[in-house]
């Protein structure tokens, strides 16, 4: 089938800057690269990427190690349960100087950075890697991060989203302090840049306070590609008015469908063009040469998992302490209610428990936090892998995939290998990037 006219599909590697995937078990895996704190293992996983033309590559963060759980941080670091966490930054940029083309986003937070800070960081390696940037804004999560800022809890959901629609603001306005053609750099009249061009923003509101001019030129995509992942009601008010690529978790292709339907209508009375708003459904994917073959590898991969992992990411996840609790009595409506983490993971929880008073085994159960089903697996030959994400893809439940790893960087390698050029041949997934910046590169115009 010819790619000709097609709509074509959106992949994005998703990576931490950690010991462990998103799957906590997979540092355990005997083929995991155990190198993580080598800026080589990042490039390794960005040339792979690029080798299969994926759009970008995207690396989360958190802000403390997991230590909720009993009220201390041992099970994390003797588990290994997202017990490292390195800064990003550092990491797409030696990404971007390993490869041309693939998109380096990076996770930075609205709570604890200053938005000069983050404007700064994003321009600069927007013009270090020709426009190749994105940032995936978070409000972060819980208590821990808060205490790793010298402020004892995290500002209450709602709060969080209403100091990023401001920090979104300052930020913009930052980015947008050069115009385009400000800077001259005339060594003969002498003239650096065209004053008239460069603006103060003298931003003050009831969270931030910047004065600008900024300090970084214009850049060549203008703005960085903003990601986001809001789930609640209140994330998803601003994802639709701030979000360019929409990162989710949904179990069923339906239930991202009808988010996205529910985005794209909000873009709408935004006056954004719903178009120019992607929706990526985080995956995994396990691949073999046959069906037995991926079988075996995803019970393997199955196998590395244990309960504390999930005890201890829930607890994270929640900002509540799951070992105060005999397992299997059910959490009081108190209790569920001073849950401060992801709300829609908790209204998922008690969506699928069919109680609205769940027990902790109905959490482990429910939730699948720390296993792979956590988020959809995809299992099977190439062909078998194509027609799953053909299926989500042609529903319109989504513009594309956001790849996790069971372990790394091999099952970057496989998909590249064995299901991009499956991919590929449906006509469903560029054989190429278009010259130019990770906006064009999205079919949206620089800024
Ligand atoms: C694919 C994906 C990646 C995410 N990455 C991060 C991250 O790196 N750091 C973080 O603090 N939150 C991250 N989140 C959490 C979201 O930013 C958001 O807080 C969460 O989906 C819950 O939505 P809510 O904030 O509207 O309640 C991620 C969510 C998803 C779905």
Known sequence: MSSENKKEMLLVGFLQASNCSNYTGSWRHPETDSNFLDLAFYQNIATTLERGKFHLAFIDDRLAMPSRFGNTHKDAVELGIRAVKLDVVPIITAMGLATSNLGLGATYSTTYYSPFHVARLFAS???????????????????????????????????????????????????DSWEHGAMVADKDSGQFADSTKVHRIDHSGPYFQSQGAFTVPHTPQGHPVIIQAGQSERGRKFAARW??????????????????????????ELGRDPDSVKVAPAVYVVVGESEEIAQEKLAFINSLANQTDSLVLLSEVFNYDFAQHPTHEPLSDEILESMTGLRGFLDRVIELSGTKNPSVDDFIRCSGRGTLSE?????????????????????????????????????YVDFVEMVVPELQHRGLFRKDYVSGTLRENLGMPNL
Request: hydrophobic share 40%; charged share 20%; glycine share 6%.
């Open 375 to 411: 988020l959809p697996v995809f299992t099977g030959t190439p062909q078998q892998i194509a027609d799953q994400m053909e299926s989500w893809f042609l529903t319109e439940s989504c513009d594309g995939f956001v790849l996790a790893a069971t372990h790394m960087p091999g099952t």
């Open 125 to 175: 390696i927007d013009h270090f890697t020709q426009g190749r940037s994105a940032w995936n804004v978070v409000t972060s999560l819980n208590d821990s991060e808060a205490q790793n800022f010298g402020v004892s809890e995290h500002l209450a959901h709602d709060a969080r989203y209403d100091s990023a629609d401001e920090f979104m603001s300052v930020v913009c306005s930052l980015w």
């Open 243 to 268: 979000g360019e690529l929409l990162f989710v978790i949904y179990p069923t292709a339906d239930g991202c469908r009808a988010y996205r339907q529910n985005l794209r209508q909000q873009n709408e």
